[in-house]
Structure formats: structure tokens, C-alpha cells
């Protein structure tokens, strides 16, 4: 039993999360022939129990539901630790589709596995009209985005963002991130190349969007315009 009393690696208690029960430990020492011999479920868990009985050394009753009640408090830890990590995390958006767009992705683009940009056209806070490409996971990873997920301040395009355009100023920005190179003077028009896996992001809404890429538009009364781009990343070999 030494090995049981040992804790995993991960930090998980193997006897907490292989028995609901006391007496089910205590079921697992408990053999066929005890069985057949005592013709008595209790007596032999009794046995095993007062140490009389079973494969080495026994947990205590009061052990086991320490033990249980650390494994189930480790859990809630470990829950409450993704909740904090994810700043969208228990929060509703219902109506709101950008919002609900991007705590969809949230987590897939803090771990990775997925890189996105929005575009956004609406009004600033001097009431000019701006539009440009914002690199989300930049945006998770360069700023507290629970403000925007708590409808303390509004996603919009900043000069520092992949792509900006002042419609009133015309002034125009671009700036390549940890996650995309901008290519900007090309026939197709703006281009953003993944810099993991090296593929191209079409912008155009009249053209296909790239390999493992996909655009949505939303249909929202949050801004003028929201496009999403996804792009499923794939390491080079």
C-alpha cells in the first residue's frame, strides 16, 4: 500500500479518487475466499480495517475522509484557478454577440491552439469614426481584458493594433504582433501571415480567408461592423 499513500505527481490523490466510499477501500482488500470462509461482508471489512486483514497497510476511517475531503478541495482550486486565468469566465452575454464571440475563444486563444483577429469599425469616444484589425490573443496577453468583458470600457481599434484607420483624421497605422506579420503593399490587398505556421490570412471579404482559416461576421448592434477570423494554428515540421 505504500505506493497509495503516495500522491501523483499531478497532485491527486489515487485512493480519494478511486473510492466514493470508505467501505469501498475497504471492498478492494477484501478477497473470494474471505468471502466463502467468513460468510460475512462486515466482518471482513472489520478485519481489514482493525489491520488484521489485507495487502499491507491500512488508512484509518478518519484518514480516508481527510483524504477526500483535500482531493475534493484540490479540485475546487484547480476550478477556480481556470476561472480566474479566463477573464470571461462566468460572465453572460446574451445579446451581444461580440462579446459572446470572444469569450467562446478565449481559452483556445490563451493556450494556442487557435490565433484570431476581429475587425471593428465603430465611433470613438470623441465620436470619430475608426476601424481596424486587433490580434486578440495581443490584446489577452498586453491588457486587463476583464474591463471589457464587465462593460467597463468598449473593444476598439487602437494605432497600436495589427491595423488602424482614422476615418476622420485618416490617420493609419499597422504593426506586426508575437502572433502576425502585417503585408500591407500587396495586390490583394492586406494580408496578415501567421508567424507560426507561416500561412496567409485574406482579409477581402470577397476572397477565401486561407488555409485553416474561417471568417464570421456578426450581426450586432455593439459596433457598425465585427468580423471574426480564425485561423487554426499548425507548427511547421
Not at 462486515?42 to 482531493?71: D, P, T, W
Not at 496577453?141 to 494605432?159: D, G, I, N, S, T
Not at 456578426?218 to 477570423?229: D, N, P
Amino acid at each position: 500500500m505504500d505506493d497509495d499513500l503516495e500522491l501523483l505527481g499531478s497532485g491527486v490523490d489515487p485512493i480519494a479518487e478511486q473510492f466514493e466510499t470508505y467501505e469501498e477501500y475497504l471492498d478492494k482488500q477484501i478477497t473470494a475466499a474471505d468471502i466463502f470462509y467468513l460468510e460475512d461482508v462486515s466482518l471482513a471489512r472489520q478485519l481489514v480495517e482493525l489491520g488484521y486483514h489485507g495487502n499491507g497497510e491500512v488508512i484509518r476511517r478518519e484518514e480516508f475522509a481527510q483524504r477526500k475531503q483535500a482531493a475534493e478541495e484540490l479540485q475546487l482550486a484547480r476550478l477556480n484557478t481556470k476561472a480566474k486565468r479566463l477573464a470571461s469566465a462566468g460572465k453572460k452575454f446574451d445579446g451581444l454577440p461580440v462579446l459572446q464571440a470572444l469569450q467562446q475563444r478565449e481559452e483556445s486563444v490563451r493556450n494556442g491552439k487557435l490565433t484570431t483577429i476581429i475587425f471593428i469599425r465603430d465611433k470613438n469616444a470623441k465620436g470619430q469614426e475608426v476601424s481596424g484589425y486587433i490580434d486578440y490573443g495581443h490584446r489577452l496577453k498586453a491588457e486587463q481584458m476583464e474591463a471589457v468583458f464587465e462593460h467597463k470600457k468598449r473593444l476598439l481599434p487602437r494605432p497600436t493594433d495589427l491595423s488602424f484607420y482614422n476615418w476622420d483624421t485618416q490617420v493609419s497605422m499597422s504593426n506586426a504582433t508575437a502572433n502576425f506579420q502585417v503585408i500591407a503593399e500587396n495586390e490583394k490587398g492586406l494580408l496578415f501571415k501567421n508567424k507560426r505556421d507561416r500561412k496567409v490570412i485574406n482579409v477581402d471579404p470577397k476572397a477565401v480567408p486561407g488555409d485553416n482559416s474561417t471568417r464570421t461576421e456578426l450581426q450586432t448592434e455593439e459596433y457598425i461592423q465585427a468580423v471574426i477570423y480564425d485561423h487554426v494554428t499548425r507548427r511547421r515540421a
